[in-house]
């Protein structure tokens, strides 16, 4: 990895900093690998190890280091392609990674579905589901999602099955509903204080906006998530074959 340059105008945490991303992006560090301790960080570019850490804050913020309690700092190893749909199931790809994971159901409610009647295609009276689920990767909020689902087409979902059972496997399963089709859209956002406080982020933090409609063959609006992605640093891949 190339030296900081002490003659540099640039803050020194600055030049650590883009020579770390430097290496990560030349493969001189690879997913999964352990960074150098700062210790060693420090010593080898003649550094305070104050500056090593504010260096590698910002990495660990922006996604491409992860710290492990008693272990040390890693590159991310969940920058490669997977599916960005928040319906097929998470613990199955955070398993095929590798990775530690849990999901925190901040919200299971049924409500009206209000303004998002037109979104819902029914009216603004009638009933429906609302489950906002956090999705944590590696000890890190990754994921705020928001799933509407109408009443009438999941009597007695309970907070249980959601626990031991993926969305998609109830719908398919239980419900017997055959998604056929999904229309998403995503666009990059700043996350307000509301949401970046629910992902442990700083206001203003770059993030993904997604929305997601899945209807079955009879083109019936099954389910409406919208969801957060925590920042701009991975790569997605749209994988939406539901039959």
Do not use: W
């Not at 009933?127 to 087409?153: C, D, G, M, Q």
């Amino acid at each position: 990895m190339k030296k900081i340059n002490k003659s540099s105008p640039l803050p020194l945490y600055y030049q650590l900093k883009e020579n770390i991303l430097a290496a990560i992006q030349a493969d001189e560090f690879t997913a999964g690998e352990q960074l150098p301790a700062e210790r060693e960080l420090a010593e080898y570019n003649n550094i305070s190890r104050m500056t090593v850490k504010k260096a590698v804050d910002i990495l660990v913020d922006s996604g491409y280091l992860i710290r492990k309690q008693g272990s040390g700092t890693f590159i991310t190893d969940y920058q490669d392609n997977y599916s960005i749909s928040p319906l097929l199931s998470f613990s199955q790809e955070m398993q095929k990674k590798g990775l530690d994971y849990k999901t925190k159901l901040l919200k299971f409610e049924i409500i009206p579905a209000a303004e998002l009647a037109e979104k819902l295609n029914c009216q603004p009276d009638d009933k429906v589901y609302h489950l906002e689920r956090l999705r944590i990767i590696e000890a890190h909020p990754f994921l705020l999602e928001n799933t509407y689902l109408p009443s009438y087409l999941f009597p007695e979902l309970s907070k249980q099955e959601l626990s031991n059972s993926s969305l998609y496997q109830l719908i398919q399963d239980k419900y017997k509903l055959k998604l056929t089709n999904v229309e998403a859209e995503v666009e990059a956002i700043m996350f307000n204080d509301q949401i970046a406080q629910k992902m442990d982020l700083k206001a203003g933090s770059l993030g993904l906006y997604f929305e997601q409609s899945s209807f079955d063959a009879q083109e019936q609006l099954v389910e409406f998530t919208s969801a957060y992605y925590r920042n701009n640093n991975y790569k997605f891949k749209f994988n939406f074959n539901l039959t």
